[in-house]
């Protein structure tokens, strides 16, 4: 897990945080474990997966002063659980969880809603 959280958090995070900067606009990198995001729980499939979690719970309050302030959050797909055990979760489920999304919402994972009630 500590590879993969390395990869996803610290290279491809921050690497799409610049070319959002580059391109104009203002990103923030972040993951489900800053701020508390996202809390994870391990999978079912975890034993036979690995690190492997679903999200328990959200607290977007972190978020929420980003967006209200133009800025773009770019979230990794990392969570912790209430021990501090990080979890790779899935990313559609993790970016429609930061932003409240339900089963039947969309959300483009580049920052924009795509639509859904």
């Known amino acids: 897990m500590e590879i993969v959280s390395m990869a996803l958090v610290g290279k491809v995070n921050k690497h799409l945080v610049a070319l959002i900067n580059k391109a104009g606009a203002t990103a923030v990198g972040l993951s489900g474990i800053d701020g508390r995001l996202l809390t994870a729980r391990p999978s079912p499939n975890a034993v036979q997966l690995g690190f492997v979690g679903d999200i ?17 959050p770019v979230i990794a797909s990392v969570a912790a659980d209430a021990t501090g055990q990080p979890y790779n979760i899935n990313e559609d489920m993790a970016v429609g969880a930061s932003f409240g999304c339900g089963e039947d919402d969309s959300v483009d994972r580049h920052g924009g809603d795509t639509g859904g009630p």
């Open 56 to 72: 328990a719970s959200v607290d977007p309050s972190i978020v929420l002063p980003l967006v209200d302030n133009n800025h773009i």
